[in-house]
């Protein structure tokens, strides 16, 4: 069954204010992601992913075509306040800035007593404690080392921990993973990997993953999808895409990929 379901998706942007000037970021583009399944859309910086994640979230509007999330057209079906907190808790966001996603004046517990609000706004102080702590053990981190500090205090892999374990508390049916790797040190980025594939295995999460790194897309992907000039030029599974590419631009991808088919736990 499928959990998310895109059709003929485009988006034009307008070069400024005044300008009659177009550039079509994405380009009509159709395709679904099945429940418990990782999909990965890859292309190089402008290709259009992160456009498409972006409308995807409702973060911005599409110029025209479908995007029908658990049965509903998320720009035509949902209409009051309780529906858009109701996506907003099925399909969430880890994105690619670990440090924008807190206040640096805030300790970044408070990241994740936002999420216990939202799930329930009568939740005493030792439950919610309770809970803060098994999530942050569910991504490999000790509260002792976590609560009480300010974002400024921990790395950037233990950020997006914190956004895993913000993923722990909310169960999402949906996630999408933009760059989730990128800007951490390559030490933690295998794990961040392991933790949103135990996230799928655990409690039937789909994810979108977003990279540019075709060889990361290889190991984490049941499909591949791959965009150029906000098109998907090629799709299928790993094996099919990597292994047989039929588009040169794919061809180019793998061309760049370090020790293709080294282990996991290297990465």
Not at 20 to 46: D, P, Q, T
Not at 171 to 185: L, R, V
Request: proline share 4%.
């Amino acid at each position: 069954m499928s959990r998310l379901i895109v059709k003929n998706l485009s988006k034009t942007f307008l070069l400024g204010f005044f300008s009659k000037r177009k550039v079509e970021a994405v380009k009509n583009i159709s395709f679904e992601v099945k429940e418990n399944e990782i999909v990965s859309l890859v292309g190089e910086s402008g290709s259009g992913k992160s456009t498409t994640a972006k409308m995807i979230l409702r973060l911005i509007a599409p110029t025209s075509g479908e995007i029908i999330f658990e049965g509903k057209d998320i720009w035509k079906d949902l209409n009051t306040k309780n529906e858009i907190i109701s996506f907003r808790k099925n399909l969430h966001a880890v994105f690619q800035d670990p440090f924008a996603s807190y206040n640096p004046f805030y300790p970044v517990e408070r990241t994740l007593w936002q999420v216990l609000k939202l799930l329930d706004k009568n939740i005493s102080k030792k439950e919610g404690l309770n809970l803060i702590k098994e999530s942050l053990f569910k991504v490999g981190l000790d509260p002792k080392d976590i609560l009480g500090k300010y974002p400024h205090q921990i790395s950037g892999g233990q950020k997006q921990r914190i956004m895993i374990a913000r993923c722990w508390l909310l169960k999402p049916s949906f996630i999408i993973a933009d760059e989730p790797t990128s800007m951490i040190d390559a030490s933690s980025r295998g794990g961040i990997i392991k933790l949103l594939t135990k996230l799928r295995d655990e409690q039937g999460t789909s994810i979108m993953f977003i990279t540019h790194d075709l060889g990361l897309a290889y190991y984490v992907s049941d499909r591949i999808f791959v965009m150029k000039n906000g098109e998907i030029v090629e799709q299928g599974t790993p094996d099919e895409v990597v292994l047989n590419p039929q588009h040169k631009y794919t061809k180019q991808l793998i061309e760049s990929i370090p020790k293709l088919y080294e282990k996991m736990e290297d990465i």
